[in-house]
């Protein structure tokens, strides 16, 4: 069974910065894109930043400039480095992968993570 898991989330005043990271685990054959969404009260689940499999990076425009996204393909890992925190940014944080298993080895399948709490306070 394929998990992703986040941590680093929590409470920051404005204009700090937090490090976000998602391990993927399990059966694993291989990983292309990875990348962060976040799901803000009342709103809908919003791309925050996407990195492909070759390195190529995408980012919210709310988030350019301040946010950089990172992963580690040895270790199936990807982290977000959240600098010059703003109190909108406060959300869930989700990892999401798009994995290859030994359970199905012939397509990718889109995985999520749990969350991670996110609180910037002004």
């Known amino acids: 069974q394929v998990q992703l898991v986040e941590s680093g989330g929590g409470l920051v005043q404005a204009g700090g910065s937090l490090r976000l990271s998602c391990a993927a685990s399990?059966?694993?054959?291989?990983?292309?894109?990875m990348g962060w969404y976040r799901q803000a009260p009342g709103k809908q689940r919003e791309l925050v930043a996407r990195?492909?499999?070759?390195?190529?990076?995408t980012y919210a425009d709310s988030v350019k400039g301040r946010f950089t996204i990172s992963r580690d393909k040895a270790k199936n890992m990807v982290y977000l480095q959240m600098n010059s925190l703003k109190p909108e940014d406060t959300a869930v944080y989700y990892c999401?992968?798009?994995?290859?298993?030994?359970?199905?080895?012939?397509?990718?399948?889109?995985?999520w993570g749990q969350g991670t709490l996110v609180t910037v306070s002004s």
């Open positions: 999401n992968a798009d994995i290859k298993s030994v359970r199905d080895p012939y397509r990718f399948l889109e995985r």
């Open positions: 399990g059966s694993i054959i291989s990983t292309n894109a």
């Open positions: 990195v492909t499999n070759r390195g190529s990076t």
